[in-house]
C-alpha cells in the first residue's frame, strides 16, 4: 500500500528554496529599486539645476558598463560560489544605491552608473536564468517566470510608496529607505538561501531523475538538435536584424522611466503617475503569462506583432491623457495598460522569437550577442530619451519609443523567414 507521501505528485525540492532566494536577489533588487529609476529624475533635476539628460546620464554610464561587464559576469557566476558572489553583488549594489542618497552633485550618480552596470550584469540578465538551469532540469521557464512576476509585484507596490516618500520627505529619504530596505532584506535571504548547485545540497536538480529515466526509455528517438549554426547565422543578415529587434525592444521599454516623470510634469500629477506604474506592474505579470500561453498557440512572432502595436498605442494615449488643463485619469490608466502589453514583452517574447527562429543549435551564443547589442543601444537611446525630453518636451521621448516598437513589428516575421532557411540538423 502507497503512502500519502508516495501518492502525492508534489515532492519538496530544494530548488523552491533557491527560487525564494533568487527573488530576494533579482526582483527585489530590480522590482524596488532598479526599476523605479524614473521617479527620481524629475526631483533631482530641480534641486541641482541640471537637464534631465544629466540627471539620467548615469543610466547611460550603466548601460555601458553592463554590456563591458555582462562576459565578466558570465565567468564569476560559473567561477565563484554562487552562495558567497551573490550577496556580495548585492551589497555592492545597495551600497552605491544608498550612497547617491548622499550625492552632493550628479557625480556621485554617474560614479554609481558603473557599480550598477557592474552588479547589474549579474543580477538582472545572468544571474537569475544561470542558476535556474542549474536547479531545474524541468520547468526551469515556469521557475523564472515565477522570479519575473515578482520584479513585476515589487515594482507595483513599491512605485507610490517611493513616490509618496518623495513628495513628503524628499528624494534623499526615499532612495536611503529603498537601499536599506534591500540591504537588509535581500543580503542576508540571499545568503541563507542560493547554493551554487545541487551537489552543494547533495541532491539531484529538479527533474533530473524523470529526465534521465526519459532519456533512457527514448534513446533511438531522440532527435538531432536543429537550429542554424553560429557561424552560418553571422552571415545572414537576419541576424543583425534580430540584434536590432532585441534592442529595440529593450530600448523602447526604458521609456517606463518618462511615464512617470511626463506625469508629475504635466495635469496627471506625481501621484496619479506612480498609480499608474502600479497599474503597469500589475498588468504586466498577467500578460507576461498570457503571451506564454499565446505563443504556444498561435506563434511568438504574431503575439510580439501585436504587443507592439499595443505598445505604440498606449504611448499615444498618454500623450493625450496629460495634454489639457484637466488629466483624463481613465485614460491614462488604460494607456498603462497598453504599454504594458509591450513592456512585458521583453522577457518573454524577445528570447522565444530569437529561438524560433535560429533554433537551439547555437541559441545561446547568438542570443547573448543580441543582449550585448541591447546594453549599447540601451546606452545611446537613454541619452536620445533625455536629449528629446530637454529640447523638445515628452512628445519626442514617446514618438521615439513608438518608432523603436514599430521597428520591432516589421523585424520579427521578416527574420523568421531569413533564418529559417539556413536550419540544419545535427
Known amino acids: ?232 547565422a553571422v552571415k545572414n543578415p537576419a541576424f543583425y536584424f534580430n540584434c536590432v529587434l532585441v534592442a529595440s525592444l529593450a530600448t523602447a521599454a526604458v521609456v517606463m522611466n518618462y511615464i512617470s516623470s511626463y506625469g508629475s510634469s504635466s495635469s496627471i500629477g506625481a501621484t496619479t503617475a506612480a498609480l499608474g506604474i502600479s497599474v503597469l506592474s500589475a498588468a504586466a505579470i498577467g500578460f507576461k503569462f498570457l503571451w506564454g500561453l499565446l505563443s504556444d498557440l498561435i506563434g511568438s512572432v504574431k503575439v510580439l506583432i501585436f504587443s507592439s502595436i499595443a505598445g505604440i498605442i498606449g504611448l499615444f494615449l498618454v500623450l493625450q491623457s496629460g495634454s489639457g488643463e484637466t488629466a483624463k485619469v481613465g485614460l491614462f490608466y488604460l494607456a498603462c495598460v497598453l504599454f504594458a502589453m509591450s513592456y512585458s514583452s521583453l522577457g518573454v517574447l524577445a528570447p522565444t522569437v530569437t529561438k524560433g527562429a535560429w533554433g537551439m543549435k547555437d541559441y545561446s551564443r547568438i542570443y547573448s550577442i543580441c543582449t550585448t547589442c541591447l546594453f549599447i543601444m540601451n546606452a545611446v537611446g537613454n541619452y536620445i530619451y533625455a536629449a528629446l525630453s530637454d529640447n523638445g518636451g515628452f512628445t519626442g521621448v514617446f514618438g521615439f519609443a513608438m518608432a523603436l516598437y514599430a521597428v520591432v513589428a516589421i523585424l520579427a516575421p521578416v527574420i523568421t523567414k531569413m533564418a529559417k532557411k539556413d536550419w540544419e540538423a545535427a
Open 1 to 232: 500500500m502507497k503512502t500519502l507521501n508516495e501518492k502525492s505528485k508534489f515532492k519538496w525540492h530544494y530548488g523552491y528554496v533557491i527560487i525564494i532566494g533568487l527573488i530576494f536577489f533579482q526582483a527585489l533588487t530590480c522590482g524596488l529599486t532598479a526599476n523605479l529609476n524614473g521617479l527620481f529624475f524629475t526631483p533631482v533635476m530641480e534641486e541641482f539645476g541640471c537637464t534631465r539628460a544629466q540627471a539620467s546620464f548615469y543610466l547611460t554610464i550603466f548601460f555601458i558598463s553592463a554590456a563591458v561587464f555582462e562576459p565578466v559576469a558570465g565567468w564569476t557566476i560559473n567561477k565563484f560560489d554562487n552562495r558567497w558572489l551573490f550577496p556580495v553583488i548585492d551589497l555592492i549594489y545597495c551600497a552605491g544605491y544608498i550612497w547617491t542618497a548622499y550625492a552632493k552633485s550628479l557625480v556621485v550618480f554617474n560614479i554609481f552608473g558603473v557599480i550598477y552596470g557592474f552588479t547589474a550584469a549579474h543580477f538582472i540578465y545572468l544571474g537569475g536564468p544561470v542558476i535556474v538551469g542549474r536547479w531545474f532540469k524541468k520547468g526551469s521557464a515556469t521557475a523564472y517566470s515565477i522570479i519575473q512576476v515578482a520584479v513585476s509585484l515589487f515594482q507595483m507596490a513599491g512605485s507610490p510608496i517611493i513616490q509618496s516618500i518623495i513628495s513628503n520627505q524628499g528624494w534623499r529619504q526615499a532612495r536611503l529607505a529603498g537601499g536599506l530596505f534591500c540591504l537588509v532584506l535581500s543580503v542576508p535571504m540571499v545568503w541563507i538561501c542560493i547554493r551554487h548547485d545541487p551537489s552543494k545540497k547533495r541532491v539531484k536538480a529538479v527533474g533530473e531523475e524523470e529526465a534521465v529515466a526519459e532519456a533512457a526509455m527514448n534513446v533511438q528517438e531522440v532527435k538531432p538538435v536543429e537550429g542554424v549554426p553560429f557561424a552560418k
